[in-house]
């Protein structure tokens, strides 16, 4: 198996764990808060299984060469067939990957912008690992994030941090993320986000294992979660949330 079949079969795999979790899903559950803003279990599971769906389409469209990105899907399906929508997305995505037959990818036109096909598998186990994890707090389950999700968001890491981070009404500060796999670093000049701090820039630091550190990130977890230590300009620390977009 390549390194990138098997990034596929990572990213099928959580595609069919959030369905799973979905499956398990009650008409009485449909209603309940999740931690993504405003929305409902219901909610979630619409977002999740047309983007899905988008996500897969976008391999197909790459291995004829197309670079549009697929549209706006909008769903008929409906509170537990949206467990059927996303064991549909996996199959789909499989199928891109058969029919390739091994051949090299070109640039995959993802919804959001187009990618490498690593890292547009990536983007795929980040959406669907984040909201399995989400689906498991709403329903009160105290499961952890997976391995696979929390690896592929650090990965990205600092490219991650610059690319979601909004403008700072700031002269100049920064932030250093500590894990025990990787060390991250967001720093401001006054202009523009980089992955590096201002000379004699003091940060603000936050440590903690790769699974808060992972949450902290896509603002899961609070910065006074007792998973995390700050430390430097703790004041930052409630900041971060209002300057960096979770996907």
Do not use: Y
Not at 1 to 24: C, N, Q, W
Not at 79 to 101: C, F, K, N
């Amino acid at each position: 198996m390549t390194d990138l079949s098997a990034r596929f079969a990572t990213a099928i795999g959580e595609v069919r764990a959030l369905g799973a979790v979905l499956g398990t899903v009650t008409d009485a559950d449909w209603g309940r808060p999740t931690p993504c803003d405003d929305w409902t279990i219901a909610e979630l599971a619409d977002h999740v299984s047309a983007v899905g769906f988008q996500q897969a389409e976008a391999f197909h469209r790459a291995r004829v060469g197309g670079t549009d990105a697929p549209g706006e899907l909008s769903l008929r399906a409906t509170g537990a067939e949206l467990a059927m929508v996303v064991a549909q997305s996996a199959d789909h995505l499989a199928a891109a990957e058969a029919l390739m037959q091994g051949r090299a990818w070109p640039p995959i036109p993802m919804p959001f912008m187009t990618l490498p096909a690593p890292s547009a598998l990536g983007a795929i186990i980040i959406e669907h690992a984040f909201h399995t994890h989400d689906l498991h707090q709403a329903l009160g389950r105290d499961e952890p994030l997976s391995a696979a999700g929390c690896d592929a968001l650090l990965e990205l890491g600092d490219a991650f941090l610059v690319l979601q981070a909004r403008p700072a009404e700031a002269d100049a500060i920064g932030f250093e993320l500590v894990a025990p796999s990787k060390r991250m670093v967001l720093g401001w000049d006054g202009d523009e986000w980089s992955d590096r701090l201002s000379p004699g820039m003091r940060p603000c630091t936050i440590e903690g294992s790769d699974e808060a550190i992972a949450l902290f990130m896509m603002q899961r977890l609070p910065a006074d979660s007792p998973e995390l230590a700050i430390t430097g300009r703790t004041e930052l620390a409630d900041r971060f949330r209002r300057l960096v977009q979770p996907l």
